[in-house]
């Protein structure tokens, strides 16, 4: 499809002959574009951020705790169940901290999206504009959430006088819990923004537009 | 190329809204023919539904009966995509609250709508620049909508509805946030482009300003055309007006 530079200077001449579909923007003016706005809104970008981090950061800690050696009786059993159910609890409140982190991110943009919409973006821009703002606060803040759970625990546990059972064994398992953390952070991440994302993109633009935020 | 004289026809357009057991009926058959450069005012008391038709006219929201035809195109028969390129590149859209994006520059704003319509960044630049130039902008380019007044804020918009030559403006009550000098600086700008690009503008308002630069005005009241006026109408008029 050609970029309608004949339309340059006779009005509409372009729809006059017959309407044309509209372009889809390649994918990296989309990243441009999603960079610049995570980049432009940086303690927006920052809250929602942190919403994912800490989430993750507890999640981590939990995690790490389970990953400390401890004997086999059965209190131990008890213990390591425990630490299960936390993790489990800790992934539930993330869950619902980024849900809502995403939920507000897209909602108070809703005006934005109708006058983009009115301006010529399509649905499919709009999805993945924000597809690609959560998809890198997701990994970038799980990332970061895991280190500091991980660096405050294990912190701890040394300051307690653990530290001999930190074999690299633990480090590898350590590892093993980062990729499962970042996957996890961002999987909720997207979970919660794309379905709202999409429903923003679908309203029709005078919705969008009406709504004040 | 045997352009069709008329831009925009809309016939027997019908919209209602159910506010749970009320029916409130928005436009209740309106037919309208805009000619091609024409500068047109909907007038009409506020609630009258001068932005339902606004709206019907823009591919904004659907009328429940009646079609629209942009170009002699059924507005009804377009895709998604159809839809979004009637937007970019035939019809500019401005709002009474501006609507620009706050956290863009001036010149970023503008640019937006070349960026949607494919064109090459630097060649976008340069057409937004031209743009903000023409409305008087030319030294903001850099500064975010809090940094601008309601009237510059509404240049911009300008800017950013003409950026891609578009065939026809639709202008929501543009005026209705500004004071009355500033206000008449605007009608006069939109006025001007329409005389100089030969864009044909379409403007929903109470301002009573917009009737000296009108080639038309139509008065709507309660969804219903009531009656339509031609220039010349006009000048006898005004003073008939300013007795209200
Ligand atoms: N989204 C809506 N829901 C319910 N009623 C609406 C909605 N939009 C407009 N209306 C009603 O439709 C009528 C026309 O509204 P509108 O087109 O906005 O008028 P105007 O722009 O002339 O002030 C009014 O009675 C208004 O209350
Ligand atoms: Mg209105």
């Known amino acids: ?6 339309s340059k200077r006779d009005p509409g001449a372009g729809a006059r002959a017959g309407v044309q579909k509209q372009i889809q923007l390649p994918f990296r003016v989309v990243w441009a574009i999603s960079i610049k706005s995570i980049r432009i809104r940086l303690m927006r970008s920052l809250i929602t951020a942190s919403g994912i981090f800490l989430g993750i950061a507890f999640f981590s800690s939990v995690r790490t705790v389970g990953l400390f050696p401890v004997g086999l009786d059965a209190e131990a059993i008890a213990a390591a169940n425990r630490q299960k159910w936390l993790a489990i609890m800790a992934l539930l409140v993330c869950a619902v901290g980024i849900t809502n982190a995403m939920l507000m991110s897209i909602t108070e943009r809703f005006k934005e999206i109708g006058t983009m919409k009115c301006l010529g973006a399509l649905d499919k821009f709009i999805v993945m504009l924000f597809f690609i703002e959560a998809s890198l606060m997701g990994v970038i803040a ?7 759970g991980w660096l405050v625990t294990v912190g701890a546990h040394l300051f307690s006088g653990g530290g001999k059972d930190l074999t690299l064994n633990f480090g590898f398992r350590s590892l093993g819990e980062m990729v499962l953390s970042v996957v996890l952070g961002t999987a909720i991440t997207l979970i919660a923004a794309i379905p709202t994302a999409r429903n923003a993109a679908k309203m029709q633009a005078v919705v969008a537009l009406r709504s004040e935020i | 190329m045997a352009a069709n004289e008329y831009v925009v026809r809309a016939k027997g357009l019908t919209k209602e809204y159910r506010m749970g057991e009320e029916v409130i009926t928005a436009l209740n058959g309106v037919d309208i023919d805009i000619k091609r450069g024409e500068y047109i ?8 539904g001068k932005s339902t038709l606004f709206n019907a006219i823009g591919g904004m929201d659907r009328p429940d009966t009646g079609s629209v035809f942009i ?6 028969q377009l895709d998604a995509r159809e839809l979004a390129y009637l937007r970019c590149h035939t019809i500019g859209y401005i709002f009474q609250s501006y609507n620009l994006i706050q956290v863009m520059t001036a010149l970023e704003n503008v640019t937006l709508p070349t960026v949607f319509a494919g064109a090459p960044s630097d060649e976008g630049i340069e057409r937004a620049i031209e743009m903000l130039n ?3 902008l030319g030294h903001r380019l850099h500064n975010r909508p809090s940094q601008l007044s309601g009237g510059q804020q509404q240049r911009v918009a300008i800017a950013r509805a003409l950026v891609n030559n578009p065939a026809i403006i639709l202008a929501d009550e543009p005026t209705a946030n500004l004071d009355l000098k500033t206000g008449e600086e605007i009608i006069q700008l939109l006025r001007k482009l329409n005389e100089d690009h ?3 503008i379409i403007s929903a308002t109470h301002d009573l300003k917009m009737l000296n630069v009108s080639d038309r005005i139509v008065w709507i009241r309660d969804g219903r055309i009531a009656k339509i006026e031609e220039r010349a109408d006009i000048e006898i008029n005004i003073g008939e007006m300013e007795g209200h």
Request: a negative charge; aromatic letters at 4%.
């Open chain 1, 1 to 6: 499809m050609s970029v309608e530079a004949s």
């Open chain 1, 142 to 148: 799980s990332a970061l959430g895991w280190v500091a």
């Open chain 2, 41 to 48: 005012s909907i007038m009409g008391p506020s609630g009258s």
């Open chain 2, 71 to 76: 170009n002699d195109v059924d507005m009804a």
């Open chain 2, 134 to 136: 023409i409305v008087g």
């Open chain 2, 198 to 200: 030969g864009v044909t």
